[in-house]
């Protein structure tokens, strides 16, 4: 069983940055892809940005520029971090583990861009 854990949410105004970050248990991090999603009031949760195992990167159109997501397989972590925030960034930030047996997901942060 995988646990994820997400930490970094927060509330910050427009045109300010956050970075968030999500901690795997167990041995399957490195060997897998990493994700990140959002899920916004009244609305389906969306990819945002993800890494795969070999360090490939592909963003959503929305965020492309603006945010960056990384990964540290020596600390089972992936990161996302957040530059020139929008009130439209505003949602609920889930991290996924996706590896060939099953896809697994965190219990989500929130983050609150103010205009």
């Known amino acids: 069983q995988v646990q994820l854990v997400e930490s970094g949410g927060g509330l910050v105004q427009a045109g300010g940055s956050l970075r968030l970050s999500c901690a795997a248990s167990?041995?399957?991090?490195?060997?897998?892809?990493m994700g990140w999603y959002r899920q916004a009031p009244g609305k389906q949760r969306e990819l945002v940005a993800v890494v795969t195992s070999g360090g490939s990167t592909n963003y959503a159109d929305s965020v492309e520029g603006r945010f960056t997501i990384s990964r540290d397989n020596a600390k089972n972590t992936v990161y996302l971090q957040m530059n020139s925030l929008k009130p439209e960034d505003t949602a609920v930030y889930y991290c996924?583990?996706?590896?060939?047996?099953?896809?697994?997901w965190g219990q989500g942060t929130q983050v609150t861009v103010s205009s």
């Open positions: 167990g041995s399957i991090f490195r060997f897998s892809d």
């Open positions: 996924n583990l996706r590896f060939t047996l099953g896809s697994y």
